[in-house]
């Protein structure tokens, strides 16, 4: 069963897929025909939030959505029946995913009227739900990964539910709206810098339950990698660190509980499992550090490292290996002190954790865990063959530069950067392969557009050299490459890179040579390395693909289906439907 299936199956007032490429309509899907309004055009090809999804819609601050709610269930023209005047004693709930891309301070539309101040808003990393001068607050945990919100009005109460847990919740008391209208909207940011992507918005006319809820975030249609590179005689690196040999870890609060830190100032919350600031009755700024020691065992060889937490809004990390200079970590990075070329034979690592709230009334950062490893030659196997990925040495300029993998498999489409390989400082790396190769499939996301190359291989014997690049002016340099498709659709004509790629987004990227290649594949590499990227779930294949192949590849990772039309007609076979179970069979023209 599809997501928007799975959503339509709860009788939603008004359902937006946001995923019409022009014009400037945005259809309701729910049969009611609460059709909305594109204000300031459509951005394209922009990955989906949600599976079966065709495009992510960007806000910015001058792109908006507006989607009233004035039909009723049977598309009558009515008042929207919730959240008025006349309907105080009517439950409903708002839902939404979004990927926050703010980074100002004031109070930005995700999914509400901002004239009434009634819906689901975004504040310093908080998720607010208004209901004209009530407010109820949710820090999120981490913002670098989409969400799934809901909030939710049942007379009584007002409740957040965040990526498919109750989050927090307010008594109400004869609660009266005193709005006439309302009219929801996606946007606009307060700020030209700030954007979000949104998606799959929907409006019910009653409070769903946490079991509701559940479902749809935890619901994925898309087809793990590997189903989808094996058939095809790929081989796949999914990329994250438990097949990766660690001589040595030390985490929070597997090692060392959580409780242990605890202070006036800081509390163990026992539900959610996790340290964070105590919320106060009062507005204050506050600013709480925890200092701890770790000793690293001397008799391990150790040459790389990695410190990765999951609480990063609010709180950061530094280290020191004399308790005294103390050194900024970045989440999922090396540990600055046992950098690969830089390690320290130092054996006392001290860390300085501090969590800081500018409102200790509603900002509230916490912190679930923290870990730390330790490797020696960090080396990645495919799951299905002996080939390998690890960092360039010996290369002039990569001796001292770092690669680090995920530690656990998020889903493609949670946009989580916590997941794959993080190139740092302008690392490179590189697989060794003793295959013919004809096409290679990753996903990218760039942290700029400085000269980069995302694939390189050298010659070897009868087999070609490749190399897909571009330099600081944006000028993209192809060699043997008769391909290149991103996100499904074919780009191998653009010369700018900026044509191609946008820095900070995510991106299905697929690239084909003109001939076989073999030996070693260089990415994110140009002599002294390229910017800090992001790679996922590396695939390559002994046969050329075509643009057929290409966009199927990229809608089964999207968790879309293909569908092929030729002169009027549809032509199906089992491959060419979703099958969900005995009642559904979606049928869908393009």
Known sequence: MSYQLKVIQDYPIGF????????TSAFDISGCSNNGTYTGGITTGLIPLVSGGANGSLITNTKYITLPVTKDYYGSTADGGFADTNSSDNQFSLELWMYPKITTTGLTTLFADPVTNIGIFYEKGNIVFKLEAERLDYTLPNISQSHHIVATYSITEMSLYVDGKFATSKPLTNYKFTNDTVTLKLGPTGNSADSFIADAPAVYRYALGLDRIIEHYTYSGTTSPLQISYPDGGTLFEIYDDSVSKQFNFAYPANRPLEYFATDDLIYNTEEKCLEIKKTATAASKSVVVVDAVAIPAGFDLDSSKIEWNGDNG???????????????????????????????????????????????????RLHTLLMCFYKDQVLYSPSNPEYVYTIEGTSGFATKDITFGRIKYPILSRQKLNGLTTADGAGFKINTTQSIRTVEFFLTLSDLTANSILFSGADGNFVSARYSWTNAGTLNKSNISAIYVNGVDKTSQTNVSSVFTANELYHVLIVTSGPITGVLLFNHIVTGGPSSLYQYISYYPSAFNSTLALSHYNMHIGRSATIADDSSITLTENSVDFYDNDWIVLQSI
């Open 16 to 23: 937006w897929t946001l995923d019409e490429l022009s014009g």
């Open 315 to 365: 709180v950061s990390v530094r280290t020191s290996i004399d308790g005294t200079t103390w050194q900024a970590c970045g989440n999922g990075k090396a540990i600055p002190q046992f950098k690969l070329g830089s390690f320290s034979s130092e054996r006392t690592l001290y860390l300085e954790i501090t969590f800081t709230s500018s409102d200790t009334t509603k900002f509230i950062p």
